[in-house]
């Protein structure tokens, strides 16, 4: 049984540095975890350590992307320099190694006519999708400026992985604050506040109609949907108010991707089954924040029915959405000195 883990992250030396270069409202407080335990070397590494972690796991292939807040806070001039470094490094390690890694793209949200050619160049690299964020700076992602990223993302068959972010400052103050740093911290970022925040970039696209403008784009929503489905009953009386002619649920069901991100808790792979189906499931373990065990991941995969839903959530939906060919060396699709597409 093949294991196509989608969620998986890394970094560099030089993107941190100018992340941590921001000034302290600009910062993002989420890149303290980058930094606990053995995360900063592992995230470092995309190559041999990585793919022998993935070896002791059980995992076949990764889906790389950069852990958050990737280039997000940056400046414009500066997100788009270091998105493209970023992406063509990344597009360097799937080279490396053609049949245990492929990609997330990196996008300079923070210059929105920049973004569909960053886009399109790393689909031209064999770029599987994009993982982005549902706000830059006070721009949320779908306010009008990007409204050709999803037209793009489309046409080009590139899916969309919102990743969850810290809530802004203010937001911090007001709802997380008042623990100690470190409580304060993970209650607004993995403990509750990321969530919130993912699910509320979706909703807000789905209510913006754009899934109904592009009824082919697909997303995808870490952590068994941020929350999101297991609010449908809810949410599905704010797509009547906004007008819409489809209910929030149904477009979860056609438009959104769930992946596990390493949660691998019976009842939440249940809820999922209960609010969409099977082929919209995809297994990820959200390296290197979580590790669970091979033992650990057989375990989880007993909880599916049949050998067919077993095959689907560990590899065979992650092929279909991303188009990866089981046949196929990435490295034939482009040239292996200059990473442009052939």
Partial sequence: MTVIAIEEHWTTPQLAAALNALSEESRDDSLAFNEMGDNLARLEDIGDARIAAMDQQGIDMQIISLAPPATTPLAPADAVSLSRDMNDLAAAAVRRHPSRLRAMSTLPMADPAAVVVELERAAGLGFVGAMVYGRTGETALDDPCYYDLFAAAAALGQPIFIHPQSPTRTIRDAAYAGFDPMTSRALS?????????????????????????????????????????????????????????????????SNVFITSSGMFNPALLQHSLAVTTVDHLLFSTDYPFLQPTRPEI?????????DDDREKFTSGNARRLFGIDATQDWGSVVDQDTGKAK
Avoid at 195 to 201: D, G, I, M, P, T
């Fill in 189 to 253: 970022t993995f403990g509750w506040g990321w969530h919130l925040e993912a699910a509320l970039a979706a909703l807000r696209l789905i209510l913006r109609g754009t899934f109904d403008r592009h009824p082919d784009l697909q997303i995808v929503l870490g952590h068994w949907g941020e929350l999101l489905p297991f609010w449908s009953d809810r949410t599905d009386s704010v797509s009547r108010i906004a007008g819409l002619e489809r209910k929030t649920s149904d477009y979860l069901r």
């Fill in 298 to 306: 057989q375990q989880f995969l007993t909880e599916f029915d049949t």
